[in-house]
């Protein structure tokens, strides 16, 4: 059984000789105890095993240019991995990944395998990290230019084209990062316009919809087409959650604890779906939730199930903020949260790698979630009897 007390990551600016050296000293000082993550931990491995070998990779036609495999930044998850098992083999593998993305971070700070200036590929956790691990100057000069392009999205909604909680995300985790690396004033003006943004979009939505807990945008925002139907995804909500949990780990901001409530207001009243058939039991998490036009969500649970582990991680940094869960909320967590925990039944087939597809699916598991052992525990203690 692994037991750590760094399943929740803070990463505050740490001399770096003393990082590297004492990996558990990036972890927080309000977590006490002992935290199981084993059930996390050990089929995190073999999944990692099988993203940094090139050559499995190869086999199954995943060339290196190809860029969707790096969505979700995969460095930082691989960082954590570090930082959970303190095997030099994943800090090794963790800066051979940064340093393959930083060197793709381009002049105008977008990544160089994708043709257009996509938001969504602006990655700058993971290059943190690195810097915090290695000083290596050029990540810090990355990350500011990761941060000037991230200023290209406009956080705002009001009926306007294209908008997603995924490039939401992207926005604020630029600028959250390139914050905690400058203590640039600026950077904190652009972090609050974005909550100021998105708490708008979940108090005061667009179109007269009612409030549902989360920043509703259209169909046609999201997905394209012509449906005006207010939407929003709880999978993408999750991404937008961890920068907004990071900043209230960092500043206490009463703005980042609200959201997080409502964002888990949003998955118990509407996120999440009882499984039928195989699935029989299961709560499982919404691709997209289309209000008021049931019709046009794509319920499909073994695609859905892929991402109950980071919605599960969603809820839990909701619930986090109760003295005392309801047993309605915590249920619901458990049952998100078991697909994830259910993955350790299946260490017994000693495989020293396990296929992730698509290999995307390694970065938006691991990358938001590393701290949902110890938030598992939180939910086990204060959950209503």
């Known amino acids: 059984m692994r037991f750590s007390h760094i399943s929740v990551l803070l990463l505050i600016f740490l001399p770096v000789a003393q990082a590297i050296t004492q990996p558990s000293l990036w972890g927080p000082d309000h977590v006490t105890g002992q935290v199981d993550t084993s059930w996390y931990v050990d089929p995190m491995i073999r999944y990692a095993s099988y993203v940094t070998d090139a050559q ?3 086999k199954d036609k995943i060339t290196a240019d190809k860029a969707s495999q790096y969505l979700y ?5 691989l960082t954590q991995l570090f930082l959970l098992t303190g095997d030099p083999k994943w800090k090794q593998e963790a800066i051979t990944a940064s340093q ?6 381009a002049d105008d700070g977008y990544f160089s395998l994708v043709e257009k200036k996509d938001v969504k590929y602006l990655m700058p956790r993971g290059l943190l990290y690195y810097y915090q691990l290695t000083g290596d100057e050029s990540a810090r000069r990355a990350i500011n230019r990761i941060y000037l392009a991230s200023l290209d999205w406009n956080p705002e909604y009001r009926n306007r084209g294209f908008w997603t909680e995924r490039n939401q995300a ?7 990062s390139y914050y905690e690396l400058t203590n640039d004033a600026k950077a904190l003006q652009r972090i609050e316009q974005i909550l100021n943004a998105t708490l ?4 005061s939505p667009a179109n007269g919809w009612p409030q549902r807990g989360c920043p509703q945008h259209s169909f046609k925002a999201h997905e394209g087409g012509a449906d005006e139907s207010a939407v929003c995804s709880p999978w993408m909500l999750a991404l937008l959650a961890d920068p907004i949990w990071r900043f209230y780990q960092l500043t206490q901001s009463e703005k980042a604890e609200k959201l997080l409530r409502l964002f888990g207001r949003f998955v118990l009243e509407h996120g999440t779906y009882p499984g039928k058939d195989k699935f029989e039991g299961q709560q499982l998490p919404k691709y997209l939730v289309v209000f008021d036009n049931a019709q046009m969500e794509d319920i499909n649970p073994w695609n859905d199930m892929q991402h109950s582990c980071d919605v599960a991680a969603l809820l839990g940094k909701a619930l986090y903020f109760e003295p005392q869960i309801s047993r309605q909320s915590a249920e619901t967590f458990f049952a998100l949260l078991a697909p994830c925990k259910n993955k350790a039944s299946r260490l017994k087939d000693k495989k020293p790698y396990w296929r992730v597809r698509p290999p995307r699916k390694f970065g938006w598991e691991y ?3 590393s701290d949902l052992p110890w938030l598992e525990q939180i939910v086990i203690q204060r959950q209503s009897k």
């Open 367 to 369: 990358s938001t979630t």
């Open 100 to 105: 393959f993305y930083l060197a793709r971070v």
């Open 200 to 203: 708008d979009m979940v108090v």
């Open 170 to 176: 992207a926005a604020l985790e630029s600028a959250l």
């Open 56 to 58: 499995l990779l190869l």
């Open 73 to 77: 930044d995969r460095p930082r998850a």
